[in-house]
């Protein structure tokens, strides 16, 4: 199931990403031979005026064939022969569309179901249930210290305890409760993935938006999201998050079984992140992907031309790192399951 629900999030993600570079195309009568819906062996197409429509057998994404991309395809209108603003378009149409996608998910969630506003402060909003142990916070308890550390945010909860040493043994948390003073002596629980946590979650409330504020707060929430992915690849170029932190096709799997579990609107959720993900990824300026083709679109925008034949040797060099880096990747998720 969990192998199910990932295979239609990423493809959804990727057909959206391609259907970008198709629309774009098709909007400036570029030739496009097939739009396709999956990979594999076709399971149905239909062959329209310009252009093919397939299904195909594997439901992963899908692909376009836009004409005129190779250097020695010498189409009429192809995509060599447009000018470099068009093309900036068509190759930033993907990445645009995913951006859409997440931007859209976001705005939904608002519409529908508000803002999740949290309290700051370090007040206990709910219990989380854990079979066999028994919880000895209650809502409104204020923490206030976790083990002689002292505790003024709810973001210095998880601070304090990721700090604590042997985290199997109770640990004392002064907290405020009804307006009294009181030592909890607590044993801290452990996820699948080896981290150790309270057991709380933070007081929140949920404030409606209408229409256009929604549009808004999504807009904020979306750039909220976009910086912290962003910083994610920061720290990934500058080696600053360790191999266990990086999650490739299997990580993805795991991560959206895990979203499942807590119902459809996580999994929604996941899928507007990863959204922002993939597009971000792709716009990064590395060779053979839309922000490395998009340099060299620049470039010649502002005069400096490169031959096309050192562009597709580029560009071939790219892809083979990439395809080096999706092995290292997807060992590296093998590796992270087998230690969980």
Do not use: C
């Not at 093309?87 to 519409?111: D, K, P």
């Not at 031309?305 to 790219?318: A, F, S, Y």
Request: charged residues 20%.
């Amino acid at each position: 199931m969990r192998i199910l629900l990932s295979l239609l999030v990423l493809g959804i993600i990727i057909l959206i990403h391609e259907l970008g570079h198709f629309l774009s195309a098709k909007f400036f009568k570029i030739p496009v031979s097939e739009f396709a819906i999956g990979m594999g062996p076709e399971v149905y197409t239909y062959e329209g005026e310009k252009t093919k429509y397939a299904f195909r057998s594997i439901p992963i994404g899908g692909f376009v064939n836009i004409e005129g991309m190779e250097i020695d395809d010498n189409t009429e209108g192809g995509f060599n022969k447009r000018s470099p603003f068009v093309r900036f378009v068509v190759l930033f149409a993907g990445v645009f569309m995913n951006f859409l996608l997440a931007y859209l998910i976001v705005f939904g969630m608002t519409m529908s179901s508000g803002e999740v506003i949290v309290n700051p402060n370090a007040v206990v909003g709910n219990i989380v249930e854990i079979e066999n142990r028994n919880n000895l916070f209650k809502n409104g308890d204020i923490i206030l210290e976790i083990e002689g550390k002292k505790i003024d945010k709810w973001e210095d909860i998880r601070t304090a305890v990721s700090s604590l040493e042997n985290k199997d043994t109770p640990k004392k948390v002064v907290i405020q409760r009804e307006g009294n003073t009181e030592t909890l002596t607590v044993n801290l629980n452990k996820d699948e993935n080896g981290r150790y946590y309270l057991g709380i979650v933070p007081e929140y409330k949920v404030e409606k938006y209408g229409f256009f504020e929604s549009l808004k707060i999504s807009f904020q929430e979306f750039l909220g999201i976009f910086r912290e992915i962003l910083n994610g690849f920061k720290m990934i170029a500058t080696g600053n998050i360790s191999r266990d932190e990086i999650s490739g096709p299997i990580g993805i799997v795991n991560i959206v079984g895990e979203a499942s579990k807590y119902g459809f609107i996580s999994i929604i959720w996941i899928m507007a992140v990863l959204s922002i993900n993939v597009g971000i990824f792709n716009l990064l300026p590395f060779p053979a992907l839309d922000g490395g083709r998009i340099i060299f679109v620049i470039l010649e925008i502002f005069g400096i031309k490169v031959n096309k034949k050192i562009e597709e040797r580029v560009h071939q060099v790219g892809i083979l790192i990439l395809f080096i880096l999706i092995i290292f990747i997807t060992t590296n998720d093998f590796f992270n399951l087998s230690r969980g």
